[in-house]
């Protein structure tokens, strides 16, 4: 009988420690990362296409996926990524013309263009015009291709994520107000931080014109610009607007270009229209006429009560009548 208790008692430590160990194992297993996939490993290099030099600080991104590398001062890369080749590379650069290839294998040498065509667009600044490559001032120019396909009602809505330094936002809601405008921030706390407006070298007060309100808000005069008649906005975001247009640019200056017709080119008419609706989320409930008339009344005879038990003559008369009543309560006084 000892010795079966015995070799009973050693027989369950043994099952407990061999319990201890698996759960240890799936543990460890649990706890253990699994190394990242790696498919392929790309090296290349980024140069001008002209002069050969180095692109330091161009940006390589594989399409459709977050992976992407900076070159280094020596326009080189590289990384690895758990995508097989061939995949498309987006190269991008400042001043230079994005531009996609497909990565068949590794090393691979990438040429990027100078973006001319920025350069030597054309941006009216004040009463002249010139390159942007010639350009020593901030300004930002938004062309009409750029926001074609924004269905809006006014340009400043437009300008919106549009030009760096740019603050907009609706005031309201009310149709036809004024949006918030900013360059650079707030410049004053006394006098204005609206920025000058200028259409076609007339300035345009952005203030209201009008008496009639709508909402307890002023009808801005710049809404009345049709977004589809402008060619092309330039901001002016810097002191030296102040050297053309004074004082009331100091909170910058918006220029605004408005389409014209051309020599020798035929008239083009065309049509946009937009729809949209929109429902409140949730209406509140409201009572009907008789329920409104009932609790008009009680409030009336609540505070005559009152009035009453305080002897404040004045009160007393002000509530004797309830406005919702029959004639016959009082035939000589007209409802409230």
Partial sequence: MEIFLRRKYITGIQFSFLILLLAQSFRSSAQTELPATINSTLKGRVLDALTKEPLTGAV???AGTTHSVAADQDGRFSFATGQKFPYTLIISFIGYEKQEITANGS????????ATKQLNDVVVVGYSTQTRKSLT????TITVDEVKDKP?????QQLQGKAAGLQISASTGVPGDGM???VRGTT?????NDPLYVVDGVYINSGSLQTITTQGQASNPLSDINPN???SITVLKDAAATAIYGARAANGVILITTKRGKLNTAPKVSLNTYFGASWAPKLWDLVTGPQHAELVNEMYRNSLANATATGNTAAINTYRYQPFRALTD????LPA
Avoid at 330 to 333: C, E, I, S, V
């Fill in 60 to 62: 390589i991104n594989i």
């Fill in 107 to 114: 090393p691979v040498e990438i040429l990027l263009k100078t």
């Fill in 137 to 140: 001032s901030a300004v930002s």
């Fill in 152 to 156: 809006v009602a006014t340009f400043e």
């Fill in 180 to 182: 918030f405008i900013r």
């Fill in 188 to 192: 004053s706390i006394n006098a204005g």
């Fill in 229 to 231: 008649d402008i060619a």
């Fill in 330 to 333: 009082n035939p000589t006084a």
